[in-house]
């Protein structure tokens, strides 16, 4: 299976790969998917529209500003996160 990250696609590690030690056991670390707990604590947590905003603002000057996008690479990015809502054509509702 590959997932993309940034431009390049990465092969996803194998459940059988070692997993590194834990430097004050030296046994391998256990590893947990805490994916679920994750969604339910965010659904609790109050959402903030001014600081999501500001994120998305910022997320969107960082794809203006690299360097190792073309023009239509930036295009493409910049409609991508701005059809996730909550951002108008000039970057901040």
Do not use: C, H, W
């Not at 056991?25 to 679920?36: N, S, T, W, Y």
């Not at 609790?44 to 001014?50: E, G």
Request: hydrophobic share 30%.
């Amino acid at each position: 299976m590959t997932v993309r990250r940034g431009r390049q696609k990465v092969k996803k590690q194998a459940a059988s790969t070692p997993r590194p030690p834990d430097p004050r056991k030296g046994e391998p670390l256990k590893v947990v998917d805490r994916r679920a707990e994750f969604a339910r604590l965010s659904q609790l947590t109050p959402r903030n529209r001014q600081t999501e905003r500001a994120f998305i603002k910022g997320k969107l000057e960082m794809i203006r500003n690299d360097p190792r996008l073309s023009d239509e690479e930036k295009a493409r990015a910049s409609a991508r996160l701005k059809g996730r809502g909550g951002v108008s054509r000039n970057g901040v509702d």
